[in-house]
């Protein structure tokens, strides 16, 4: 068991520490050390320099009235359907996706000699 040190005690109820944060020092495995994170922890508060005047506030800019969104697409004529124009009808054939084909040179030079497969 740590022993209690009156030396560390007395050292810090001088510093104006309290008698609880003496006793935990005096009484820890390794008094020194807990005395130095006192004294670390335990700096008197020093004046500081007066607080410097807080920077202007931002100054709010103008409030616009929001505009509305078909009219903006209306008068730029992008995006919007005019309602004289007829859509087209979509139809399954065409939504279809119509791959490219391409004919295999290799089929197609051994369809001449027979059949593509060699077998031999």
């Known amino acids: 068991m740590a022993r209690f040190n ?3 005690y007395n050292q810090i109820i001088a510093m104006g ?14 008094p020194g050390r807990a ?5 670390a922890a335990f700096v008197p508060p020093q004046r500081s320099a007066p607080t410097p005047a807080p920077p202007p506030m931002p100054q709010a800019s103008q409030y616009k009235a929001p ?30 996706i119509r791959p490219k084909r391409k004919l295999n040179q ?3 030079a051994g369809s001449q ?6 077998i031999g």
């Open 6 to 8: 009156q030396g560390i």
């Open 17 to 30: 520490g309290s008698a609880a944060s003496a006793n935990n020092a005096a009484r820890a495995k390794k």
């Open 35 to 39: 005395f130095r994170r006192f004294q």
């Open 67 to 96: 505009t509305s969104t078909n009219a903006t697409l209306g008068a730029l004529e992008s995006g919007v359907r005019s309602p004289n124009k007829k859509r087209d009808k979509t139809t399954l054939a065409s939504l279809r």
């Open 106 to 108: 290799a089929l197609t």
């Open 113 to 118: 000699a027979g059949t593509g497969l060699n």
